[in-house]
């Protein structure tokens, strides 16, 4: 979709509704995400991801994840020989 087709899209009642509950999902999942940081362990925020979304840490880097559970690279790695090694 073209940008000037979202602008006229956005302009529309539906539009518009549309748009702000899109952006209402999204603020809830980035709190969730935040409280989640906060709260759990690097360990259960990946054991949560493996959980949830198992697809993505096949189709994603590895850098990219550890980014996204706030670690370094090596300490997922470290994580993920844990979990291998307990199953």
Do not use: C
């Not at 009642?13 to 999902?25: A, P, R, W």
Request: charged share 30%.
């Amino acid at each position: 979709m073209s940008k000037a087709n979202i602008d006229i899209l956005q302009k529309t009642q539906i539009g518009s509704m549309l748009f702000l509950e899109g952006e209402k999902n999204t603020n809830q999942d980035k709190q969730k995400m935040q409280i989640e940081s906060m709260t759990l362990t690097a360990e259960e925020r990946y054991g949560r991801l493996l959980e949830e979304r198992p697809e993505l840490l096949q189709r994603v880097a590895q850098k990219h994840i550890a980014s996204y559970l706030g670690i370094i690279p090596q300490s997922l790695s470290r994580i993920r020989k844990n979990i291998n090694e307990k199953h």
